[in-house]
């Protein structure tokens, strides 16, 4: 289908992304910078090449992202252990506190957001199995280009295409997981099949996917202790089917249709053994019967476009979609779900869950300007309706009020080439007309079962970027933004934990915007077998967003956060015959004023901002063989809070993958910590740091087998 879609600076929302019909025009993975003017990053919602844009980009082609998912399982595990910027993972079903550039980054499929604001479940990273995306763009900095939610950046998976030519395309993947003790708990297995079919104008695609995971284990050969709240990716069971139609006018224009679900949910074989952090023992787990329902999530998405790349010489494109999550989360006598009118011996059992149902349009126009064809413009409207609500499913009561989010935003966006394109100047604006609708509710009996008038607060807001590029010599790119992203604080957080009589949602302060900048600066080389980049970027919000540690439970409160940090990576394709070597540095520091003095001087703990890091890898491709080896370096920081237990010690782990090509498919091995280093995760060694239940260690040295097949 037709390259991307409309656009013209990837600092503001242009056009819907849409799947490409054919393997991405880049050569390149994650490691180095995309630069060649052929490269067009769809999420950046126009058809100018990356180079045109004056920001940060990566993207992680089909190939760099088959190996690292096979490395490490997952897409946004893939993406955390590729990008320096992005925050370790909690390696858990749970994101919460994972984030990019020290912000939450936007998932998106397609440019579909997956994120759920409005009550954040942090399970957007798991909303679409990664056999059927075709690559991932993640484009740096708070920036409003698929509207709310981008505050560190966007993170957008680009699903499969269409065959390449009539007849019919079958992929097919076999893959079996084994913990280094190759114990039979630890064994997990994954099989997948997707089956291509075109025919002239039309094209269909058709796959599913069924995996089972085992029980984890550290480096020192014990089970990793389960989170029975929050949900587990161990000792879990996925499935997820996916389909695509596509059309082709004899205009040129194109009608598609893409569908996806994705469910994950946990077995519930084990239960949590609690560590103990005096000792340095993690918690484990142990075979046990789990109460309630167990953790899951489901995700669905439909989602239609047309598009005509030559409309009055111009892209026009039309863009619906329909997207739903499921999220259960563990439960358990908790102080919170108690309730004497229902049960006064206070051990009420309970648990939530977390429904999220988003609709959407898109519409846009991107041309040159007739009579000044090196100023393109782009003018469209994108509209986002998100109805979100969390119960407690074993007493049918209301935790979070359904909460109505709804978004109407036109723009206009304008890229000018000068001194035939020597310097390119580029800006724009999105107007935001934001509303939430919230109905009367009553708190639960824990908060004092208040009683909560409820309201429709609104905000209108313009929201600016501007940039400007400069390209002297072949090869060399400089650029300067400014951009501004917005997103709202997790607004079930909030309305859930009122204990005040006499709220009025219209007048409470806590549900205004957050709304961030993202000042950078850039320099990127690329020319014979060198390329490499480096940035340096600041940020700050008035009135941000935090997640709180209070009574047990995370709240919301809003504190204006500095955010500033250096990023530098390098590519070298050395002599040596199908050898290339890279690397990636990100150092980031933040901070808010916690007491309230005026002082914006606390440095950002661990569950709003990750470590620095050094990533360091080696690849090698010659004939039918192909090899990588991955280093990263988790470097220490220290908080400078009274608690020094919540400075992280830092680690380093050691990654491996080697694949050969036969005449009937791809055989792979892949290996995730390759040294079975024994280490605390980065949330668990940085936030709660008081509980022993939440000290949890990371994986250990784990085997990944498989095949890959294409017919």
Same mark, same amino acid.
């Given at each position: ?14 056009? #819907? ?15 180095? $910078?995309?630069?060649?003017?052929? @490269? ?26 088959? $190996? ?80 709310? +939610? ?21 992929? *097919? ?43 984890? =284990? ?85 989602? !239609? ?14 863009? +619906? ?10 439960? +358990? ?10 049960? #006064? ?6 648990? %939530? ?60 966006? +304008? ?33 004092? !079962? ?20 400069? /390209? ?11 951009? /501004? ?29 957050? @709304?961030?900048?993202?000042? /950078? ?12 980049? !480096?940035?340096?970027?600041? *940020?700050?919000?008035?009135?941000? %967003? ?60 661990? !569950? ?30 220290? =908080? ?25 498919? /791809? ?33 250990? $040295? ?10």
């Amino acid at each position: 289908m037709y390259r991307c879609l409309v656009g013209a600076l990837a600092l503001v929302p242009v056009s #819907p992304v849409l799947a490409q019909e054919a393997d991405p025009p880049a050569d390149e993975g994650v490691e180095g $910078r995309m630069l060649d003017d052929a @490269i067009v990053v769809t999420a950046a919602r126009t058809r100018l090449p990356a180079s045109a844009l004056p920001l940060t980009v990566d993207v992680i082609d089909t190939e760099a992202l088959e $190996r690292q998912v096979q490395v490490s399982g997952s897409t946004v595990d893939a993406v955390s252990a590729l990008l320096p910027s992005f925050s370790p993972t909690r390696e858990k079903l749970s994101g919460a506190g994972e984030s990019l550039r020290g912000r939450s980054p936007l998932y998106a499929i397609n440019g579909i957001p997956q994120s759920t604001p409005v009550r954040d479940g942090s399970r957007e990273g798991y909303t679409i199995d990664p056999f059927f995306i075709d690559r991932v763009e993640v484009i740096y900095g708070s920036n409003a280009l698929q509207g709310i +939610g981008a505050t560190g950046g966007v993170v957008n998976q680009v699903t499969v295409g269409a065959p390449r030519a009539d007849g019919i395309a079958v992929r *097919s993947l076999a893959q079996i997981t084994l913990p280094d003790g190759f114990d039979g708990e630890g064994i997990g297995a994954k099989a997948g099949a997707l089956l291509g079919y075109r025919d002239g104008p039309i094209d269909a695609s058709f796959g599913a996917t069924l995996e089972r995971r085992g029980a984890f =284990f550290d480096g020192r050969g014990n089970r990793i202790g389960v989170d029975g709240t929050q949900g587990e990716v161990q000792d879990s069971d996925s499935w997820s089917v996916f389909g695509r139609l596509g059309y082709e006018l004899a205009s040129g224009a194109r009608i598609e249709l893409v569908a996806n679900r994705f469910e994950l949910e946990g077995n519930a074989n084990y239960v949590l053994v609690p560590g103990s952090r005096a000792t340095g023992t993690p918690a484990t787990s142990e075979r046990g019967m789990t109460l309630g329902d167990p953790p899951s999530n489901t995700a669905e998405l439909v989602s !239609a476009s047309l598009t005509d790349p030559d409309l009055g010489g111009g892209t026009f494109v039309l863009q +619906g979609f329909y997207s739903r999550t499921d999220d259960v989360f563990g439960g +358990g006598v908790f102080g919170t779900f108690q309730d004497p009118t229902i049960d #006064p011996t206070g051990t009420l059992f309970d648990q %939530s869950a977390n429904r999220s149902r988003k609709l959407g349009g898109k519409i846009s126009y991107e041309r040159a300007m007739p009579g000044l064809e090196d100023l393109v413009l782009t003018a469209g409207f994108d509209a986002l309706f998100d109805r979100t609500e969390q119960s407690l499913v074993q007493t049918d009561r209301v935790w979070v009020p359904r909460s109505d989010f709804r978004s109407l935003a036109p723009f206009l966006q +304008g890229n000018l080439a000068l001194a035939d394109g020597l310097v390119r100047l580029a800006g724009g604006l999105r107007y935001e007309n934001v509303e939430l609708e919230v109905g009367d509710f009553t708190t639960l009996a824990s908060y004092g !079962a208040v009683d909560v008038e409820g309201g429709s607060p609104s905000f209108q807001d313009v929201l600016w970027n501007g940039g400007v590029i400069l /390209e002297p010599i072949d090869g060399l790119r400089a650029y300067g933004s400014y951009a /501004e992203g917005f997103t709202i604080a997790d607004v079930g957080r909030i309305l859930r934990g009122i204990s005040r009589a006499g709220v009025d949602v219209d007048d409470f302060l806590s549900l205004e915007p957050v @709304i961030s900048n993202n000042r /950078e600066i850039g320099l990127e080389w690329d020319r014979g077998p060198l390329s490499a980049s !480096a940035s340096y970027f600041w *940020s700050s919000s008035d009135f941000g %967003s935090l997640l709180v540690l209070r009574n047990d439970v995370f709240e919301v409160e809003r504190q204006p956060i500095e955010i500033e940090g250096f990023e530098a990576s390098v590519d070298w394709q050395t002599p040596l015959p199908g050898l290339s070597l890279s690397g990636g540095y990100a150092a980031l520091s933040g901070r808010t004023d916690g007491d309230a003095d005026g002082l914006v001087d606390e440095d950002l703990d661990g !569950a709003n901002i990750s470590p620095d890091r050094l990533n360091l890898a080696a690849d090698y491709e010659e004939g039918r063989l192909s090899a990588r080896a991955q280093a990263r370096f988790y470097l220490p920081r220290e =908080f400078n809070d009274v608690a020094t237990a919540t400075d992280f010690e830092g680690y380093t782990l050691l990654d491996m993958f080697v694949a050969y090509r036969t005449d009937f498919g /791809e055989i792979a091995l892949a290996v995730q910590n390759l040294t079975d280093e024994f280490y605390v995760t980065y949330d668990s060694d940085t936030v709660r740091v008081t509980d022993d239940s939440r000290f949890f260690a990371g994986r250990g $040295r784990t085997f990944t087998l498989s095949w890959r097949g294409a017919f």
